[in-house]
């Protein structure tokens, strides 16, 4: 199936014509039509069904062109499960009729020969052709068990709990929630069940209208994102324009008459753009197939609202399909250099897949009179992927020493899900949906996770990767890599540089998650402004659920990390305060000797002296800014040394996040240090981040690395260092 045509639909009056896109209908001229085989008359091939399975050694009619579209995708596949699960299906279902009138097993059939167009393998299809056994006939799933082996048990199974669910006013929600769990346990179910629904969509024309509405709904807002998530473009747009078709009739006539127009005319400048490719490409030596791929109903849509008057080429793309990614660059390097290119246009997704696996450069190109042609280039597997996305996988869950040519085969099954393949919004879909508290949050918070389409790629400090929506914070990468535990985290390093949790995180980045020792720390209710993962607004709400806040809580939240004046620590007696500072003693003798206030040094400190007004002699520390400037206005140097001393009084600051309690903590660890404080000050917060400023008087100077760690341990500091204040005049 075309990703950017629309699909031939199934035929017969099931689907009013009113209903279908107008590409299907006979009306459209055949320039707008995808050149593939004829699409099979279910109808026939279901009447035909009832009168029996073939003989044993050739598949019966029906089924034959189900294992000749199969055959194209897997030449040696092994049909013999095909033919066995359709003489099952087919006997099982006989005499039961679908609304349309036709007979049941033209439905299981439709499903399974649409996932053989995409090439799907054999367990694969099997499993489509029973996929309503279990649920709709006396057949069992230790039948199937039995017959088929534990593999098509548990795609069936899978399916089977999707099926006919009631639960009243949260069916769909609670059907989805099941969906999402098959689907993260094997890719394979969610395959089934979108060609399924495409079936059914394609029938839809003989419910109600009002049912119409609401299936075309769900499948809006759900199916079609999980379509496009893993990949399966070829559903998705027929999807797209059976729901257009029935949401919105009148846009839907406006683009069917649009498309009908442009195909009638007798000029056509896609097809002259291409030629002119074609020629570039071939006197490049660059062995290419270039093709026209009109867009679907939905994307004609999309275009005209964009660009306003439609012109030929805006009707269609071009795809250049070559042999090797190489050949891709080669290409582009050609149409650029020998055409005009749109740069604005240019993206390349090869050395950047999209998060449902797709590869493909994107340029555009112009000609003389304005026309302006969207050129896609990849290879021919890049091609099938984007087709089929994760059906183009075959069987993810082989073995990697296990060759599946035919997709099919016996193999041993341990009912293990360890996908290699399964993207990263699928396992953090699979992880919050088990915290959703109700129904009606998973099916909103699913709706809105779905629309975030693009993914980006963050490194962890400790070499591991993890994979977030675009437009990510710090918070949505503390959840998606601690989950709960994430409570604790004080902030973030991105990029090697100091970062609020609020950051948002781009492509490429490499984010050090800052964690804090208090087991019982909470996360702040400011998180949910910057939460943009399921998974964290989950975590945070049921925290917060669970821990409703007193009356006075934002009152200490605001005292904790709002603006404060100077505070002064708990009065020490009067000696203490004015205990004998360090002293150091200057050469010569006898100079008086003060402590610089810019630098504060104390022992054991490498210090150095400056002669000041008064014949003063101010000791810095080595390393002082001030000392320096002094020391380059040509001040002469005063040696001095440290003398005999027990105390000492320093400056330092502590840089930390803002959390409810953190001043009090961080003068409890001073205290526990056996350290006074003289006074203390805190800044306004900047970004969620508080400076406190101490003047600590110390009973021994050696103890300052020690304190300096234990007030780095507090949770929510991330620095303590020595006051470095700018050099007065006065000195």
């Known amino acids: ?14 689907t009013p014509a009113a209903q279908r896109p107008a590409a299907l209908e006979p009306g459209v001229p055949p320039a707008h039509r995808k050149k593939t085989r004829a699409r099979i008359d279910l109808r026939r091939l279901g009447r035909a069904a009832l009168l029996g399975p073939a003989a044993r050694d050739r598949l019966p009619d029906a089924i034959g062109h189900v294992a000749e579209a199969h055959r194209a995708h897997h030449p040696d596949a092994k049909l013999e499960p095909l033919r066995r699960a359709w003489v099952l299906a087919e006997s099982s279902h006989r005499g039961q009729m679908r609304k349309s009138g036709e007979p049941y097993i033209t439905h299981p059939l439709a499903v399974t020969l649409i996932l053989a167009e995409l090439g799907a393998e054999t367990t694969t299809l099997t499993a489509s052709l029973l996929h309503d056994t279990v649920e709709d006939t006396e ?86 994102p999980l379509a496009e998530r893993l990949g399966v473009q070829a559903l998705k ?103 005009t290119p749109v740069v604005s246009e240019f993206k390349d997704f090869i050395a950047v897949p999209k998060f449902n696996l797709y590869q493909s450069l994107h340029t555009a190109v112009t000609r ?29 869950y082989a073995p990697p020493s296990e060759e599946q040519p035919d997709g099919g085969g016996e193999r041993p099954f341990d009912g293990e899900r360890a996908d290699p393949t399964r993207p990263g919004w699928l396992s953090r879909l699979l992880d919050w949906q088990q915290g959703a508290p109700d129904p009606d949050t998973f099916w909103s918070t699913l709706r809105e996770d779905l629309a975030q389409d693009r993914e980006i790629t963050v490194f962890r400090a400790d070499g591991g990767s993890l994979g977030l929506p675009e437009g990510a914070s710090c918070v949505d990468a503390a959840y998606a890599q601690y989950g709960e535990d994430a409570h604790a985290c004080i902030g ?28 019982a720390s909470e996360p702040s209710r400011e998180w949910l402004e910057h939460a943009h993962t399921a998974a964290a607004r989950i975590a945070i709400q049921r925290w917060m659920a669970t821990h409703p806040a007193p009356g006075d809580e934002e009152a200490v939240r605001a005292s904790a990390t709002g603006p404060r004046p100077p505070v002064a620590a708990p009065a020490r007696p009067a000696e203490t305060q004015t205990a004998r500072p360090a002293s150091a003693v200057a050469d010569p003798p006898g100079a008086s000797v003060r402590m610089a206030g810019c630098c504060t040094p104390v022992p054991p400190d490498e210090v150095t002296g400056f002669t000041v007004r008064g014949g003063v002699v101010t000791v810095h520390r080595v390393e002082c800014a001030g000392a320096a400037r002094m020391k380059s206005a040509g001040r002469p140097e005063v040696g001095v040394r440290w003398g005999d001393t027990t105390e000492c009084r320093v400056t330092l600051v502590a840089e930390s996040f803002g959390r409810p309690h953190l001043l009090a903590d961080l003068t409890e660890a001073i205290a526990a240090e056996g350290v006074a404080v003289v006074s203390a000050t805190v800044e306004p917060p900047s ?28 949770p929510g500091v991330y620095d303590v260092s020595r006051a470095q204040h700018p050099a007065t005049a006065a000195q």
Do not use: W
């Open 237 to 339: 747009t027929e999807l797209e324009d059976l729901v257009f078709a029935i949401l919105h009739p009148e846009e839907y006539e406006h683009t069917r008459e649009l498309i009908a127009e442009n195909a009638s005319r007798s000029d056509d400048p896609l097809a002259d753009i291409a030629e002119e490719v074609r020629v570039v490409l071939r006197d490049a030596g660059i062995q290419a197939e270039v093709l026209i791929r009109p867009r679907h109903f939905v994307s004609v849509h999309r275009v005209s609202r964009k660009r306003g008057p439609m012109r030929g080429a805006d009707f269609g793309r071009l795809l250049v399909l070559v042999n090797e990614d190489a050949d891709c660059y080669g290409v582009l390097g050609e149409l650029h250099t020998c055409l």
């Open 1 to 14: 199936m075309s990703a950017e045509a629309t699909n031939p639909a199934t035929p017969g009056p099931a």
């Open 368 to 396: 003389g009179d304005g026309q302006v042609a969207e050129v896609l280039i990849r290879t021919h597997q890049m091609h099938k992927v984007a087709e089929a996305g994760v059906i183009a996988l075959g069987n993810p």
């Open 139 to 224: 057949v069992t799933l230790d039948q199937v068990r039995e017959e088929f082996g534990d593999e098509v048990c548990y795609l069936v199974d899978g399916v089977t709990k999707l099926e006919k669910v009631d639960y009243g006013a949260a069916a769909e929600p609670e059907t989805f929630r099941k969906m999402l769990v098959a689907t993260g346990n094997d890719v394979r179910v969610m395959s089934i069940k979108l060609a399924d629904r495409l079936h059914n969509m394609r029938t839809l024309g003989v419910m109600r209208p009002e049912k119409q509405a609401r299936i075309a709904k769900v499948t809006r807002d759900v199916l079609i």
């Open 687 to 714: 970004q969620q981040r508080v400076r406190h400023t101490y003047t600590l008087q110390l009973p021994d100077a050696a103890h300052l690395p020690g304190l300096m760690r234990a007030m780095r341990n507090v």
């Open 492 to 519: 973030a390093r991105v990029n090697g540089r100091l970062a609020t949790l609020s950051t948002v995180l781009r492509d490429g980045d490499t984010v050090q998650l800052l964690m804090g020792q208090d087991p």
